[in-house]
């Protein structure tokens, strides 16, 4: 099954241009990633853009989470939680290669989800919080 990359829309804003930026670089990633493994045959480089995703998205949480401390954000730690469970996920998913066609639904099914339960439902969360401050 295709999947199609994910454009981004003003909605997915969480209301901070950097945090923004980081969120479609994201989002980049992502499409980057689903388009190497819609293919017949992936190739090597799906490793590596996943581990390049892996990067950034560390930064993005290191990042994320010291701005959401200096703001007094309530709900800091779920964020951590959440970023920490992300990290353990991919982790384990590099591991497991793609080399299988269940290794690589499991990994696309996981980058969807968590684009869309934890950048555009957790993230959201603080969007008031951050158009506040």
């Known amino acids: 099954m ?13 209301g901070n241009v950097e ?14 990633i689903v388009e190497l493994l819609n293919q017949t045959e992936p190739s090597k480089e799906v490793m590596s853009r996943l581990m390049r995703l892996y990067e ?31 990290t353990d996920h991919v982790l384990q998913l590099m591991s497991d290669g793609v080399s299988n066609a269940e290794n690589r639904n499991a990994l696309i099914s996981f980058l969807l989800e968590w684009w869309n339960n934890h950048i555009l439902i957790e993230d959201m969360a603080y969007k008031g919080h951050l158009e506040q401050v």
Not at 2 to 14: G, L, R
Not at 62 to 80: A, M, V
């Open 56 to 86: 950034v998205a560390q930064q993005h949480f290191y990042f994320e989470e010291i701005y959401l401390s200096r703001s007094d954000y309530s709900d800091l730690k779920s964020q951590q939680k959440s970023h920490s469970a992300y």
């Open 19 to 32: 945090l923004d930026r980081q969120h479609q670089h994201i989002l980049q990633l992502i499409n980057e």
């Open 2 to 14: 295709k999947h199609k990359k994910i454009e981004w829309e003003d909605n997915y804003s969480v």
